[in-house]
């Protein structure tokens, strides 16, 4: 059974940091484009950031360009997101993907695999 489970979601204050990791099982993600995106309440899903199997490429929204920052383990099967100078409009439901497709998609329909998601709140 393929399962992608995210963490570290929690609370934050405005300007503050948090990191979401996501774990993979089920079978090898190494070739896999990981992404992350997020969807808030009322709100479509959004592409937040990708990283290429090897981890040399990374791709981001602008609206987390420098404050963010992608990484994968691919040896523990893990992607990871940093997020700093979090603002409150960054709060919502984070969800890891993979996709089997290069160049990474900035939409949620190339990828086959999702995590249930992690809450990332943002306190003004």
């Known amino acids: 059974q393929v399962r992608l489970v995210e963490s570290g979601g929690g609370l934050v204050q405005a300007g503050g940091s948090l990191n979401v990791s996501c774990v993979a099982s089920?079978?090898?993600?190494?070739?896999?484009?990981m992404g992350w995106f997020r969807q808030a309440p009322g709100k479509e899903r959004e592409f937040v950031a990708a990283i290429s199997w090897s981890g040399g490429s990374t791709y981001y929204a602008d609206s987390v360009k420098g404050r963010f920052t992608i990484s994968r383990d691919n040896a523990k099967i893990a992607v990871y997101l940093r997020m700093s100078s979090l603002k409150p409009e960054d709060t919502a439901v984070y969800y890891c993907?993979?996709?089997?497709?290069?160049?990474?998609?900035?939409?949620?329909?190339?990828?086959?695999?999702w995590g249930q998601g992690t809450q990332v709140t943002v306190s003004s």
């Open positions: 089920g079978r090898t993600f190494s070739t896999d484009t």
């Open positions: 993907a993979a996709s089997l497709l290069v160049p990474p998609r900035s939409s949620p329909d190339g990828y086959g695999y």
